[in-house]
């Protein structure tokens, strides 16, 4: 089961959280400034008032008993149930819209605060002449009492204001209101009361305020530093964790975060997916240096940059790879951005012996049968790259090219990695079979010679052709392994054959051109084939003509050596693709295996003929005799036989059999 990689996403919201705390702190600190200066304030007014209503009480229990009031000096008015006056002594300045209310066991509160207070309950009436409740208006009802009387002295009473009252001379502030004291009879009594407050309070209090301001204000200010400094160091990490360090342009990070948001947000349009890639970049900064190397990444990542639009992107993710991701009209379109990508690249390489891959992957638009556009919900980036980047590594090495993803490709992956991971325990499992091909001779018939090829019998996957799995390890440079497996067992069989008395002929085994990398080829070719005890005569190694090309004195060297301890040397599919008219006349060769392509199509084709006899001409003239491959027809065995050919391998003799069929053969030749 594919368990998916949970991706780190990166967010971008940590700021916000900053920016929000910082916020709230600061409501909290003027919130609790604001409580520290209210509560005192409280503290300093609640027991004038107190005093006030008590003064009241008292003043209405008198006049229950009948006593004359007008001894206290108050202004006072009593009036009925209904409201009216029974009689009045100063001026009403009441105002009656406003009222708080005063109970002996909760204390202040306002009029229309929820649930009955228990009796006896005073109401408090502000004065119509006080400065203080003209200011506060409508804002009492619904308030606490002291808050609203703080919050008006403080908008009343400005610093200027208070500051002039107290240079006057002025020392209090006084603050009238009427108290109503409900009496036995249901009659109500009001009486004109007053507070004095202390001015140097007030101005304690507004001192305590500016210091709670200023503290505020410091931290105010430190706090919005420290925002202002994490929103640089914020932005300054992501610049840095979104910039590629070769190209200063952007990196696979941002391609990430970037580029999946947009394929899934614009569904209704097509997107390609490009990965470009660099052949023998690594050479190249090798004979050069990686600074120059890095140049030409910088130049390629601005020549693509300058080909897409600002919303596409284009990023070098590592060594030599970019990702590009273009929005196209159609597949079509997509092709053509991968070929002028390709010349692009092309052009700014000219020269270095590099050479560009491209994959392309494209992300077409999903629709119902009616043609309602689906979302991308299950678009992956990563994953649509790693397409691209296989179908690139589709591309065989040495070819500039653009190749399109399928899902074959998938497939094709899948079986390489399935292949590496079996070598080892088919090998082990001896799952390998040496297949025999024998060769005549087209004049007598007679056997001459055989070429040893590879079978796999997995239990697992079935009887495997060599094209299934030979390439892949060609590739993953793992072919050594099988090249020493089958010259162990064809030395091994050959043994085994002159011991039962066989008239053996010489078994040519593949060798890859790999192996020749390894200096001391020819000598581990000489034990392995000794440790079976055969003659080196009955051993012929055969070469793919492509290995002519990679280092020609080693090979030289090699193929020297080769046939110092007596082997047969010989080129494989001479003529399958390049010319190798070259190396034929610097390579010291016993054999050459002309390519059954040189036979395949018309068999009349009068010039193919010509080429072929020439070429055998050529061959005999070096000293060299030739093997014709892929021969499945008696004309051209009989064609052959009248160009001088020396033998003949291929289907109309023989096809590739097990050693057990081979021996028969063997047998037969005798
Ligand atoms: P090759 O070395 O050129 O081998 C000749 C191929 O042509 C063989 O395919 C053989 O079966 C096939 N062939 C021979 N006669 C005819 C014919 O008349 N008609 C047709 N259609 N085909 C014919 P095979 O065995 O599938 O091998 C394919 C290739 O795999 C070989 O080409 C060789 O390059 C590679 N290979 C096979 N065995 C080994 C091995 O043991 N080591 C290495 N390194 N490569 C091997
Ligand atoms: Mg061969
Ligand atoms: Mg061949």
Redesign the pocket.
């Known amino acids: 089961m594919s368990q998916k990689i949970k991706r780190v996403k990166l967010k971008r919201n940590r700021i916000w959280v900053t920016i929000l705390l910082f916020l709230l702190t600061e409501i909290v600190i003027v919130l609790f400034a604001l409580m520290m200066v209210g509560y005192s304030a409280v503290m300093m007014i609640k027991p004038l008032i107190y005093n006030e209503v008590e003064e009241a009480v008292k003043i209405s229990d008198d006049l229950s008993q009948g006593a004359d009031i007008s001894s206290y000096g108050r202004d006072h008015i009593v009036t009925d149930p209904a409201g009216e006056y029974i009689s009045i002594s100063g001026e009403d300045t009441r105002m009656t819209d406003i009222n708080l209310v005063y109970d002996s066991d909760y204390g202040f509160f306002s009029a229309d605060k929820e649930g009955a207070p228990s009796a006896p309950v005073y109401t408090i009436y502000p004065d119509r002449e006080a400065d203080i409740f003209a200011e506060v208006g409508d804002s009492v009802n619904g308030s606490n009492f002291e808050t609203v009387i703080i919050s008006d002295i403080v908008a009343v009473y400005n610093r200027t204001t208070l500051a002039n009252l107290i240079n006057g001379g002025k020392r209090t502030m006084y603050l009238p209101f009427w108290t109503a004291v409900p009496m036995d009879d249901g009659n109500t009594l009001y009486v004109k009361s007053g507070i004095d407050i202390d001015l140097s309070s007030v101005a304690e209090l507004m001192v305590l305020m500016r210091i709670a301001l200023i503290i505020f204000g410091v931290i105010f200010v430190f706090m919005l530093i420290n925002v202002i400094n994490s929103i640089v160091t914020y932005n300054r990490l992501t610049r840095l964790f979104f910039t590629d360090p070769v190209t200063g342009g952007r990196n696979w990070n941002w391609f990430l975060l970037k580029g999946e948001p947009l394929v899934r947000r614009h569904r209704g349009k097509t997107y390609a997916i490009f990965s470009i890639g660099l052949e023998k970049y690594l050479n190249y900064c090798l004979i050069n240096c990686n600074a120059k190397g890095e140049k030409v990444l910088c130049e390629i990542d601005m020549a693509v940059r300058q080909q897409i639009r600002r919303q596409d992107i284009c990023v070098h993710c590592n060594t030599s790879d970019f990702a590009v991701l273009v929005k196209v009209r159609d597949g079509a379109d997509a092709r053509t951005r991968s070929q002028s990508l390709l010349s692009t690249v092309e052009n700014v390489i000219a020269g270095t012996g590099m050479i560009t891959h491209i994959g392309e992957y494209t992300v077409d638009v999903l629709c119902t049968e009616r043609g309602r556009v689906l979302p991308r919900n299950n678009f992956d980036i990563e994953a649509a790259y790693n397409n691209a980047r296989t179908a690139r590594a589709s591309i065989p090495a040495g070819t500039a090219r653009a190749a399109l993803f399928d899902e074959e490709m998938v497939e094709q992956r899948r079986w390489e990695n399935t292949v590496l991971e079996h070598l080892s325990s088919a090998i082990d499992n001896s799952e390998f079979i040496v ?1 025999y ?1 024998p060769k005549y001779d087209p004049k007598t018939d007679t056997l001459m010679g055989a ?4 079978r796999w019998q997995s239990p697992e996957f079935g009887f495997l ?3 299934k799995f ?1 390439p892949i390890l060609e590739e993953n440079n793992r ?1 050594t392994e ?2 020493h497996y ?1 010259l162990s067992h064809v030395a091994a069989d050959q043994r085994r054959w002159l011991d039962m008395g066989l008239k053996c002929v010489p078994v040519s ?4 051109r790999i192996h020749f990398a390894e200096p001391d080829l020819p000598e581990q070719i000489r034990d392995i084939v000794d440790a079976c005890g055969t003659p080196h005569e009955l051993i012929e190694i ?1 070469l ?1 003509e492509s290995a002519f090309f990679d280092d020609k004195q080693a090979m030289l060297n090699a193929i020297s050596r080769l046939k110092g301890y007596g082997f047969m040397v010989s080129m ?2 001479f003529g399958s693709g390049y010319s190798s008219l070259n190396s034929l006349k610097e390579m010291p060769l016993d054999v050459l295996k002309l390519d ?1 392509g040189f036979f395949r199509g018309d068999t009349s084709d009068e010039r193919g003929k010509i080429v072929v006899e020439e070429a055998i001409k050529l061959a005999k003239s070096l000293n060299m005799r030739t093997v014709a ?4 027809e008696k004309g051209q065995v009989e064609f052959l036989a009248a160009a001088d050919c020396d033998m003949i ?4 003799y023989a ?2 059999m097990p050693g057990s069929e081979y021996e028969k053969k063997m047998n037969n030749a005798e």
Not at 451 to 454: D, P, V, Y
Not at 509 to 512: H, K, L, T
């Open positions: 297949y091909q070429e040893a090829l590879i052709s060599p094209y030979i072919i099988i090249d089958m085994v593949n060798i890859s055969e793919t494989d599919d059954a491959e892929g021969i499945e391998q291929g289907y109309f096809k590739p």
